[in-house]
């Protein structure tokens, strides 16, 4: 089992990972109902794309004897009505090295490699930037 989701009543959940105990709280968003006081489950659909990309550009990075450490990402998540659902997701990302070309090719090839980007619907318009240092 990955986790155990329990619902906690006014739109809100909470998630917790098996392996590590670690929670994750859910609101629905004020836009469907929610009070928005937390990710809601598309904010973090979106946000896992970000994170996965992140991740599998350290492990390259890792490899590369390049340290990411410090670089960050922005995510926005754009809904769509009919139906709804994610319609688009943006993400930015600001790297704190600078790197020759070869290498952020290499980086940038590897981040749209990460499992998230790979299995969100094709429908969702994917717009990822890149501002390297």
Known sequence: ??????????????????????????????????KGEAFSPTDTVANALATCMMTIMGIKSRDMNIDLK?????????????????????????MSVSADDKNKTILEKAAMTCPVFLSLNPEIDKKITFNWK
């Open 1 to 34: 089992m990955t986790s155990k989701v329990t619902y906690l009543g006014d739109l809100r959940t909470s998630s917790i990972h098996i392996q590590s105990g670690s929670e994750i709280i859910s609101d629905a968003p004020t836009d469907n109902n929610g």
């Open 70 to 94: 410090g670089s960050t990402a922005s995510v926005v998540k754009i809904m769509q009505a009919e139906p709804r659902r994610i319609g688009a997701i943006e993400v930015v990302f600001n």
